[in-house]
T-cell receptor
Framework: EADIYQTPRYLVIGTGKKITLECSQTMGHDKMYWYQQDPGMELHLIHYSYGVNSTEKGDLSSESTVSRIRTEHFPLTLESARPSHTSQYLC????????????FGSGTRLTVV | AQSVTQPDIHITVSEGASLELRCNYSYGATPYLFWYVQSPGQGLQLLLKYFSGDTLVQGIKGFEAEFKRSQSSFNLRKPSVHWSDAAEYFCAVEGTGGFKTIFGAGTRLFVKA
C-alpha cells in the first residue's frame, strides 16, 4: 500500500545529542516537506525538496538539515539537540505539478531533556 | 502577506448536530484551498480541496466546504456529526508561482453524546 512512514514515533533524547528523524514514502512523489507542529499553532514549514538533490529551507528558521539522495527518502537531522527543539515533526509528500494536496506521515514527537 | 485564519480554537457539538468550521484566507488571486483532519497522535489527512469551478466541494467522511470569494472564506460543514469526527481540523491555502502551502492554527472539535 502506498504510504508515507516516519520513524521513530516518539523520541526522548538528551541535550547535545545528534538525531535523525526518518521519513520514507512509497508513492514516488517528487515533492517532500518537513513541518514543525506545536499545540495551538500553525504548522511551520522547515524544509522542503522538489526532487533528488534538491533541498530548501522553509519559512521557519531551523537548526536542522535535510538530504534527498533518493526520491523516497527525506531524513531530517539535528546535529545538537536542545530543549527548544521539543516539538512534533511531520513529514509530507505531494505529486509534482498537481494541486492534489499533501499526504502526511504520522509524525515524530521529539522531547529533548 | 498571505495568511489563513481559523477563528475558533475549539468547538463543541452534540452528536447528530450540524457542524460548521470557519476559515478565512488572505491571498491576492484565487487560491487553492484545502481542509485536513488530524486525529490524536496521527498526521494530517486530506478531507477535500478546491481549485476552481463549483464553489461547493464534497469530501470524504461526509464533509463539504463552500468557497466564497466575496468573503475570502472556505468554511467546512457536515450535516450530522458523529463521535468519531472529534479531531483537529486545519484549513490550508496554496497559491501559484511557487507560493507554498500555509496552514491555519487549527480548530479542535469536541463531540458530546
Amino acid at each position: 500500500e502506498a504510504d508515507i512512514y516516519q520513524t521513530p514515533r516518539y523520541l526522548v533524547i538528551g541535550t547535545g545529542k545528534k538525531i535523525t528523524l526518518e521519513c520514507s514514502q512509497t508513492m514516488g512523489h517528487d515533492k517532500m516537506y518537513w513541518y514543525q507542529q506545536d499545540p495551538g499553532m500553525e504548522l511551520h514549514l522547515i524544509h522542503y525538496s522538489y526532487g533528488v538533490n534538491s533541498t530548501e529551507k522553509g519559512d521557519l528558521s531551523s537548526e536542522s538539515t535535510v538530504s534527498r539522495i533518493r526520491t523516497e527518502h527525506f531524513p531530517l537531522t539535528l546535529e545538537s539537540a536542545r530543549p527548544s527543539h521539543t516539538s512534533q515533526y511531520l513529514c509530507a509528500s505531494s505529486e509534482a505539478g498537481d494541486r492534489l494536496g499533501y499526504t502526511f506521515g504520522s509524525g515524530t514527537r521529539l522531547t529533548v531533556v | 502577506a498571505q495568511s489563513v485564519t481559523q477563528p475558533d480554537i475549539h468547538i463543541t457539538v452534540s452528536e447528530g448536530a450540524s457542524l460548521e468550521l470557519r476559515c478565512n484566507y488572505s491571498y491576492g488571486a484565487t487560491p487553492y484551498l484545502f481542509w485536513y483532519v488530524q486525529s490524536p497522535g496521527q498526521g494530517l489527512q486530506l478531507l477535500l480541496k478546491y481549485f476552481s469551478g463549483d464553489t461547493l466541494v464534497q469530501g470524504i467522511k461526509g464533509f463539504e466546504a463552500e468557497f466564497k470569494r466575496s468573503q475570502s472564506s472556505f468554511n467546512l460543514r457536515k450535516p450530522s456529526v458523529h463521535w468519531s469526527d472529534a479531531a483537529e481540523y486545519f484549513c490550508a491555502v496554496e497559491g501559484t508561482g511557487g507560493f507554498k502551502t500555509i496552514f491555519g492554527a487549527g480548530t479542535r472539535l469536541f463531540v458530546k453524546a
